[in-house]
């Protein structure tokens, strides 16, 4: 009987240090009108071009999404839920914001740009009422990869997103 043999596991880790840009938008409306006004601006994204692709009808897949609004929820996460388990009460929905076209033509140039897209935001309420949105702007984020097609697509992204999250707070 033999016994296995292991090898040492050798890992190439590198860390790079960046400067993320902090957005935080407040809002004098509550929590509840803030969200709904989001949520009409911008729509849930509609999951079916994923069953499409999977499927091999790439064309299919790019025309619904063309078709789709400039930007869409891809999910949205109850965070203020979760604070019940270390029994505070909060209200705070974290939301992925993006455009899976737009995703596309930022990872086609760097594949690791996917970590940022979709882009998070967190609407949320403070523990005096306050009203607030909070993301990383993506032209800061996006802008570690030091490719001009990227950083052109980034601060667009800066701006669709600031138009509409600044007219829900409004």
Same mark, same amino acid.
């Given at each position: &009987?033999?016994?296995?043999?292991?090898? +040492?596991?050798?890992?190439?880790?590198?860390?790079? #240090?960046?400067?993320?840009? %902090?957005?935080?938008? #407040?809002?004098?409306?509550? $929590?509840?009108? =803030?969200?709904?006004?989001?949520?009409?601006?911008?729509?849930?994204?509609? %999951?079916?071009?994923?069953?499409?692709?999977? @499927?091999?009808?790439?064309?299919?897949?790019?025309?619904?999404?063309?078709?789709?609004?400039?930007?869409?929820?891809?999910?949205?996460? @109850? *965070?203020? !839920?979760?604070?019940? /388990?270390? !029994?505070?009460?909060?209200?705070?929905?974290?939301?992925?914001? !993006?455009?899976?076209?737009?995703?596309?033509? &930022? /990872? #086609? *140039?760097?594949?690791?740009?996917?970590?940022?897209? +979709?882009?998070?935001?967190?609407?949320?309420?403070?523990?005096?009422?306050? =009203?607030? $949105?909070?993301?990383?702007?993506?032209?800061? /984020?996006?802008?570690? $990869?030091?490719?001009?097609?990227? @950083?052109?697509?980034? *601060?667009?992204?800066? @701006?669709?997103?600031?138009?509409?999250?600044?007219?829900?707070?409004?």
């Amino acid at each position: &009987m033999t016994e296995p043999v292991t090898e +040492p596991v050798t890992e190439q880790i590198t860390a790079t #240090r960046i400067t993320i840009e %902090h957005v935080t938008l #407040r809002s004098p409306k509550s $929590f509840a009108a =803030v969200r709904s006004a989001l949520e009409a601006a911008v729509p849930s994204l509609d %999951h079916a071009y994923a069953e499409l692709l999977r @499927d091999g009808q790439v064309d299919a897949a790019r025309d619904l999404l063309e078709r789709q609004a400039p930007l869409s929820i891809f999910g949205a996460r @109850d *965070h203020g !839920g979760l604070l019940l /388990t270390a !029994g505070l009460t909060r209200k705070a929905i974290q939301y992925d914001i !993006g455009n899976p076209l737009t995703a596309a033509r &930022m /990872t #086609r *140039h760097v594949l690791s740009a996917a970590l940022y897209a +979709p882009i998070r935001v967190l609407l949320r309420e403070d523990a005096e009422g306050g =009203v607030a $949105f909070e993301y990383d702007r993506p032209a800061s /984020t996006f802008g570690q $990869f030091g490719n001009r097609e990227i @950083d052109s697509v980034a *601060h667009d992204l800066d @701006d669709q997103l600031r138009i509409v999250l600044a007219q829900a707070a409004r």
